[in-house]
């Protein structure tokens, strides 16, 4: 940051500058910076980072342009239960949602931000989710204390003064505020005012809590503005998936956070399946609309991936590894002496020593894990081996599948189809998923997770199934809708299914149906694919036997599978489409 640049506003936008004056009264910084997302500035930004200890340059031969940052360790993932919906009434934000009136959560946040940047520097950072130009981009401007926020969001999104350019005078702009505090749990609010289009985040540091741009302006913000407006915010991936021949196909899939997405996203195939490519278009969001030819369109709004590090290797994901090579801000891995990074799951041994997420030394024979199971890396998709030239195509592309998928050791086979749009949706609002390291509390158990929404969605849980159901009037070709699991075990509790790259073989045989060209039998649940349709070609030791296992529809658990849905249709009850009841009832009957 230089002089001449502090302090002086790059837009002539009068309802920013207002606003900001506003938040600056409030907050009573030392000074504001106005971010115009120049290279120039992330140099200096970068350097002022480090000065100040919040990065740490790593050691430039192995790890060129990377830097390593450690959160509080009271501050590692999403706090669910600090996060709120503040609509006028309760009953807008649902029962799934935390919620406060937003008379009363302006004034308890304007309390605990008065004054808060005393000694610091505010920062001024405008943003665009989406590529400049589509129809479906928003702008976004957010208002933080932390240099760790602004050099992400100048990954995470297309940030600076073009986002300005796209506003011009206008007013449609989405106003966040982050306020560092003490960073202390007690003082911890992730608070939405859909009706405002504003995010006021307060107490964390934490990316999934204060990155504005992503959970909270993609997904929560995203989902109200998307029913209102004829769209819909998902919490999924983007792939292309390109033929020998040249065809290629699109395909949008949900999955629960930390449950794979950014694997699937950059996918290799395996050898057997030689000519085949796996395209990244996003690895977390979509925002998703119908298009003039009848067909749905996707657009990932963000420009980087905010992946977890943990697991990743040369073949969990061989495209991330070369990715996060160089310009990556890892947080909360294990720092080793020469200035390198060390995570479990890494590729090779572990150190001999190194100091762990926290700071404290640690060796292999420590009990403690190295880097958190949240530990991330933030990384611009550009430096993607495999990004989709569309991911930046304002048009977005046509989507011909979309996939639900959760985490689970029992009950749901490895692939199924569900048998129109009304049927996928409910195998979407049914979804179940073992929690994870992503979100405080809770790992290992099922919980219900619709459409990997539930901790996302801004409004009632109800009324975004009856939007879902009601997209389908304004689709004339909607994507086929398939439900897949990768986490199946046996008794003995080993998986079924080797994962990874083999998923190429799902995929494959998804791309087939959408296509007409694989052959599916029909059963109480769904679609599912046969020996024949489905491609175990170059799969060594694979049994016909073991993809029947894995493929198994067991009358006893699926019964207890609707017993468990039941606890979140009742939660619903008042506002859940009936649509979705009798899908319940057509499942029971057929079963
Ligand atoms: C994420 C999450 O960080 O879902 O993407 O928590
Ligand atoms: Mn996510």
Redesign the pocket.
């Known amino acids: 940051m230089t002089k001449e640049t502090l302090g002086r506003p790059n837009t002539s936008n009068k309802t920013v500058l207002k606003w900001v004056d506003e938040i600056v009264k409030l907050c009573k910084p030392d000074q504001v910076y106005w971010c115009d997302g120049s290279k120039a500035e992330r140099k200096a930004l970068l350097a002022e980072a480090v000065e100040k200890g919040v990065l740490i340059k790593l050691n430039p031969k192995k790890l060129p342009g990377c830097y390593y940052h450690r959160s509080n360790p009271n501050d590692v993932?999403?706090v669910e239960q600090a996060t709120f919906i503040c609509t006028e009434n309760q009953d807008e934000a649902g029962p799934t949602n935390n919620w406060m009136a937003p008379k009363d959560m302006y004034a308890k946040l304007r309390g605990l931000a008065a004054g808060s940047m005393r000694g610091r520097t505010l920062y001024v950072v405008p943003y665009l989710m989406g590529p400049p130009g589509s129809p479906l981009t928003k702008v976004g401007i957010e208002l933080t204390d932390s240099i760790y926020v602004v050099l992400s969001m100048g990954v995470m999104t297309r940030m600076g003064t073009l986002a300005f350019e796209q506003l011009g005078e206008g007013d449609g702009f989405n106003r966040g505020l982050h306020c560092m505090l003490d960073v202390h749990p007690d003082r911890r609010y992730i608070a939405h005012f859909p009706q405002d289009n504003t995010v006021i985040s307060v107490g964390s540091n934490y990316?999934?809590n204060v990155l504005l741009g992503?959970?909270c302006l993609a997904l929560r913000i995203g989902s109200y503005l998307g029913r209102q407006e004829g769209w819909l915010a998902e919490?999924m991936l983007i792939l292309g998936v390109e033929a020998p021949n040249g065809e290629k196909t699109y395909i949008a899939a949900a999955f629960?956070?930390?449950c794979g997405?950014t694997n699937l996203a950059m996918m290799i195939p395996p050898p057997a399946f030689k000519g085949w490519k796996i395209w990244t278009i996003g690895?977390?969001?979509a925002w998703m609309k119908p298009g003039p030819d009848g067909r749905l369109y996707a657009i990932n709004p963000e420009a980087g991936y905010?992946?977890?590090v943990p697991g990743t290797n040369s073949k969990s994901n061989p495209n991330a590894m070369q990715l996060i090579s160089h310009d990556t801000i890892y947080t909360n891995v294990a720092l080793t002496p020469d200035l390198d990074v060390w995570w479990e799951g890494k590729d090779g041994p572990a150190p001999k020593e190194c100091l762990d997420w926290r700071g404290n030394k640690w060796t292999p024979e420590s009990k403690e894990k190295a880097a958190h199971p949240?530990s991330?890396f933030t990384a611009p998709m550009a430096n993607n081996p495999m990004l989709a030239p569309e991911a930046n195509d304002p048009h977005g592309v046509p989507i011909s599948a979309i996939i639900f998928g959760g985490r689970r050791s029992d009950t749901i086979p490895l692939v199924f189809q569900s048998f129109n749009w009304v049927h996928g949706v409910y195998l979407g609002a049914t979804m179940g998923s073992e929690m994870t390291a992503?979100?405080v509390g809770g790992a290992g158990q099922v919980r219900r997770d619709p459409m990997?929404m539930l901790?996302?969605c801004g409004y009632n849980m109800g009324d975004y199934f009856r939007h879902w159901i009601n997209m389908r009037k304004h689709i004339k070709y909607p994507p086929r809708i398939f439900h897949v699991n990768w986490f199946r075990k046996n008794a003995q509790g080993h998986f079924l299914w080797p994962g990874f790259g083999e998923n190429m073989r799902v995929i494959k045989w998804i791309v087939d149906r959408c296509h007409g060209r694989a052959d599916a039998d029909e059963t109480p649940i769904g679609w599912v694919p046969n020996p024949k349709s489905f491609d175990l070609n170059g799969l060594p030791g694979f049994t016909v036997e073991q993809f029947e296992q894995l493929q198994a529809i067991n009358e006893e658990e699926w019964r207890r599978e609707v017993l468990m849905q039941d606890e979140l249709f009742m939660k619903l009850h008042s506002r859940l489409p009936k649509e979705l009841i009798f899908q319940r009832e057509l499942l029971l009957a057929r079963t």
């Open positions: 993932a999403r990316g999934g992503k959970k919490h629960p956070s930390a997405k690895d977390d969001i905010f992946g977890v949240n991330r992503a979100a990997a901790p996302f």
